[in-house]
């Protein structure tokens, strides 16, 4: 499995294989964002049914949905550890609850 750290050191790289685990990767977060807003694009200005439209765009967006809880719970747990530690001790650079607020940062992007 893809550690959160490995997905959000390669977010804004093109596509290839990410660091570390060999699983390639098919498209770039920026990509991810597209996707997303043509898929809401086609729902919302096809010939369907009115009362289909939104059962649709549910099934689009209920993944996204799903993982905001988890995240931001991973996030603040992981602050409120970094914020226990020494300064001697902090990683330097991008932090683990900077990764996931990255993360969740995206997921309201394709969301929106």
Do not use: W
């Not at 959000?8 to 990767?25: F, H, I, K």
């Not at 990764?99 to 995206?106: E, F, K, R, S």
Request: aromatic letters at 6%; glycine letters at 4%.
């Amino acid at each position: 499995m893809v550690s959160l750290r490995d997905e959000m050191n390669v977010r804004n790289s093109a596509p290839g294989l990410l660091q570390d685990t060999g699983v390639e990767r098919a498209l770039s977060c920026d990509d991810q964002l597209f996707v997303y807003e043509l898929a809401g694009q086609l729902i919302i200005n096809s010939s369907l049914d009115e009362s289909k439209k939104p059962d649709l765009m549910t099934t689009v967006l209920r993944p996204l949905v799903d993982n905001f809880s988890p995240l931001l719970s991973k996030m603040k747990e992981a602050a409120m550890h970094e914020n226990s530690l020494p300064e001697s001790q902090r990683l330097k650079g991008v932090s683990e609850s900077e990764v996931y607020a990255n993360t969740i940062n995206y997921l309201i992007s394709y969301a929106t």
